[in-house]
């Protein structure tokens, strides 16, 4: 298994400019969810689906919009970036509420700067 | 809402100390707790889970935490640190039913050889 996926690894964009990151799983998860990463503040929570066809704002979820057409799959668009969107970008996935399979898994990130 | 607290932000250690970092979350219902660690420009991979019975965890690569409830404490802890461990470690709280795990803002830890 290839467990969480993402794509592209790094990306540039001028301000303005608008950017879809990908986030694949194959281990069938029920929830997803997308991180940013910034130095000090920990991983704060833009937006996360607890199923195929929903979506749900996070902590930050101003500037992004997503989406979950297919289980597998975890979409993060930026319409429009700002600098303040540089940023390290996680998706993770987690199997469901049981308490055996509570851990999310971590995709290895995604590093956009905005110039 | 509920929260996790690191209270250590950056430590510093030489190899062989031993090491402990805080955890504390605050919700009083059924938890599971997690720790997570982050080495250099990697993503987060588990180092261990509590979600019932022995309060006393054992991780990977020597860790293991104690979930002490009436402390709302998760402390991570390892015995003897290597240069290898120097990461950044996140304490995740999650409550009963929820969609949403709860992070701490994570512990540098930087440990010299």
């Known amino acids: 298994n290839a467990g969480v996926t993402q794509t592209p690894k790094f990306r540039v964009l001028k301000t303005g400019q608008s950017m879809t990151l990908l986030c694949a799983q194959d281990?069938?998860?029920?929830?997803m969810y997308w991180y940013r990463q910034d130095p000090g503040m920990g991983l704060r929570l833009i937006h996360y689906?607890?199923?195929?066809?929903?979506?749900a704002k996070g902590e930050v979820p101003d500037g992004y919009n997503v989406s979950r057409l297919k289980k597998q799959n975890f979409l993060l668009g930026l319409e429009s970036a700002a600098p303040s969107q540089t940023s390290v970008y996680f998706c993770a996935s987690r199997r469901g509420t049981r308490s055996s399979y509570n851990e999310q898994f971590f995709g290895p990130g995604t590093r956009l700067t905005v110039l | 809402a509920q929260s996790v607290s690191q209270h250590n932000h950056h430590v510093i250690l030489s190899e062989a100390a031993s090491l402990e970092l805080g955890c504390n979350y605050s919700?009083?219902?059924?938890?599971?707790l997690f720790w997570y660690v982050q080495y250099p420009g990697q993503h987060l991979q588990l180092l261990l889970k509590y979600f019932s019975g022995d309060p006393l965890v054992k991780g990977i690569k020597g860790f293991e935490a104690e979930f002490i409830k009436s402390k709302f404490s998760f402390n991570l802890r390892k015995p003897s640190v290597q240069w290898s461990d120097t990461a950044e470690y996140f304490c995740?709280?999650?409550?009963?039913?929820?969609?949403?795990?709860?992070f701490g803002r994570g512990t540098s830890l930087i440990v010299h050889p």
């Open positions: 281990m069938n998860h029920e929830y």
């Open positions: 689906s607890v199923g195929e066809g929903t979506t």
């Open positions: 995740a709280c999650l409550t009963g039913g929820s969609y949403i795990p709860t």
């Open positions: 919700y009083g219902g059924t938890v599971n």
